[in-house]
């Protein structure tokens, strides 16, 4: 298990939320599987931490473009953040490198 501050900022929107990989694994999977479905894939693929309180849900469409939502969320008080990150098929397999090493993930780099 891994336990892990995750956090967004972009100008005046901003937020920050301690996760951990008990029981789901590490969010690196999510990105592995992105970047090895680079030309697109059907549905929503996601990752989630055990309490729902971190959320990564990715779509892709037919001309390579990539939406990665992400979902904060505290429930004492509560609160959620949620924000929308464009991503390139071209740029997947590096970001999934840089996730990867993070987490030591075992699949290591490609």
């Given at each position: 298990?891994?336990?892990?501050?995750?956090?967004?900022?972009?100008?005046?929107?901003?937020?920050?939320?301690?996760?951990?990989?008990?029981?789901?694994?590490?969010?690196?999977?999510?990105?592995?599987?992105?970047?090895?479905?680079?030309?697109?894939?059907?549905?929503?693929?996601?990752?989630?931490?055990?309490e729902k309180g971190l959320c990564f849900t990715a779509t892709s469409d037919s001309t390579g473009?990539?939406?990665?939502?992400?979902?904060?969320?505290?429930?004492?008080?509560?609160?959620?953040?949620?924000?929308?990150?464009?991503?390139?098929?071209?740029?997947?397999?590096?970001?999934?490198?840089?996730?990867?090493?993070?987490?030591?993930?075992?699949?290591?780099?490609?």
């Amino acid at each position: 298990m891994v336990e892990f501050l995750c956090s967004f900022q972009e100008k005046e929107f901003s937020g920050r939320i301690k996760s951990s990989t008990y029981l789901v694994g590490p969010p690196s999977a999510l990105f592995d599987a992105m970047a090895e479905k680079w030309q697109g894939w059907n549905d929503e693929i996601s990752w989630a931490d055990m309490e729902k309180g971190l959320c990564f849900t990715a779509t892709s469409d037919s001309t390579g473009h990539v939406t990665l939502m992400v979902s904060m969320r505290s429930y004492f008080p509560d609160r959620q953040l949620k924000a929308t990150v464009m991503l390139e098929a071209g740029g997947l397999e590096r970001i999934a490198n840089q996730i990867g090493r993070l987490f030591h993930s075992s699949h290591g780099t490609r």
